[in-house]
């Protein structure tokens, strides 16, 4: 019975301290139920500058060389050799097939022989008129007698020239006989064989040298009034990334009828080693540059048709998150044109902006 008093007091003092911890208001953020200040979230901040800003239009072109040669023989025959394959790089004047020349030739020797003929008669004549022009003088022979023998000279110096050119004609045909490269470049398909037989229309080869590549774009007639020899094209892949500029070189004079475009072609000066002849590829021409602002896809989100982005604004306590109506435009790569409710030095919340809300205290990551 003694041990009771000294119990009470004991468990009246644990009572009481706890009694006290839970009925205390304290200061915000003591005990369970208490909240501290906002954390600020980190994010990704950029301060908005004016860049300039392209105004352009995408186009499908068709490369073209300006050194696309088709070869075609001038001569008629059986393949008898073919010295190049698809592929092959060749310079001007490289023998690219044989055509079997064997009665060419033997034109040529007929010719050749009857040449040596007319010769015999040049030589014959000229003595004659040689050996009368002294009997002439003489007074041996008559007037008639010279001119006679002097016509029959003239008329065999005439058989002779006219062989000449027919060898020489015969020669030069039989060139013809075997085919070369009439500028340099790349072979493209051979679709003959070596045994088939070819005429002056058989397609026998393409030759093309990408030291001369021209696109060929078609612009609509609506947009005709902007083109102008200067303006840049660029080269896109299929990502829409620029992989080569280069200059309008020329602009047709007329409207295509059937299509109602104005041919433009653009010198390829540069271009990817992979661009080839009749490629189909993306092109933009630029009609103009303008000063203006640019801001990433990822920096604003879209609500009902409306898009929106966060900027960071000062506060008493740092920066706060204000959450922004946005006018956009057309996309540039990853990036919006913008067309309101930004401006140049606002600092604009490219990242993180999953984490936050308006109103929401931020930090510069």
């Known amino acids: ?61 068709t490369v073209q060389s300006l050194h696309s040669t088709t070869v075609q023989p001038q001569a008629e025959g059986v393949l008898t ?30 010719t050749e022989s009857q ?17 009368l022009q002294a009997l002439l003088k003489a007074g041996a022979i008559s007037q008639n007698e010279f001119d006679t023998a002097q016509h029959e000279l003239e008329t065999a110096q005439a058989n002779l020239s006219a062989l000449d050119a027919q060898v020489r004609e015969g020669r030069v045909q039989l060139d013809y006989y075997r085919v070369i490269a009439s500028t340099a470049g790349v072979i493209g398909d051979v679709p003959v064989r070596e045994g088939d037989r070819v005429t002056t229309s058989t397609v026998l080869t393409t030759i093309d040298d990408k030291a001369g590549l021209e696109a060929y774009i078609e612009v609509p007639v609506d947009r005709a009034p902007d083109l102008r020899v200067g303006l ?20 047709a004079p007329r409207v295509d009828p059937a299509t109602q475009t104005v041919l433009a072609k653009s010198r390829l000066h540069e271009a990817p080693p992979a661009v080839r002849v009749h490629q189909f590829v993306r092109t933009r021409i630029i009609w103009r540059s303008m000063p203006g ?70 930090k510069a990551q």
């Open 115 to 131: 040449r040596r003929a007319r010769e015999g008669d040049v030589v014959y004549w000229k003595s004659q008129v040689e050996r």
């Open 232 to 251: 840049p094209v660029q080269l896109l892949d299929q990502d829409g990334k620029v992989l080569a500029t280069n200059p309008l070189t020329f602009v």
């Open 81 to 110: 050799k073919i010295f190049v394959k698809s592929g092959d790089v060749v310079r001007a004047g490289t023998p690219l097939m044989q055509i079997d020349p064997e009665k060419q030739a033997q034109t040529v020797r007929n």
């Open 293 to 362: 602002l640019l801001i990433p896809i990822t920096a604003v989100t879209r609500v009902n048709g409306q898009y929106f982005g966060f900027v960071a604004e000062s506060s008493g306590q740092g920066l706060v998150a204000r959450q922004r109506p946005v006018q956009v435009g057309e996309l540039q790569g990853n990036d919006y044109v913008v067309k309101g409710g930004l401006k140049a030095g606002d600092q604009l919340i490219v990242s993180g902006i999953q984490k936050i809300a308006d109103g929401a205290p931020v």
């Open 1 to 61: 019975m003694r041990t009771i008093p000294y119990l009470i007091p004991v468990l009246a003092l644990t009572a009481a301290c706890g009694g006290s911890d839970a009925s205390s208001g304290g200061a915000p953020g003591a005990g369970r139920g208490g909240r501290g200040p906002a954390q600020a979230v980190g994010v990704g901040i950029v301060t908005l500058q004016p860049k300039p800003i392209e105004d352009g239009s995408e186009f499908i072109a």
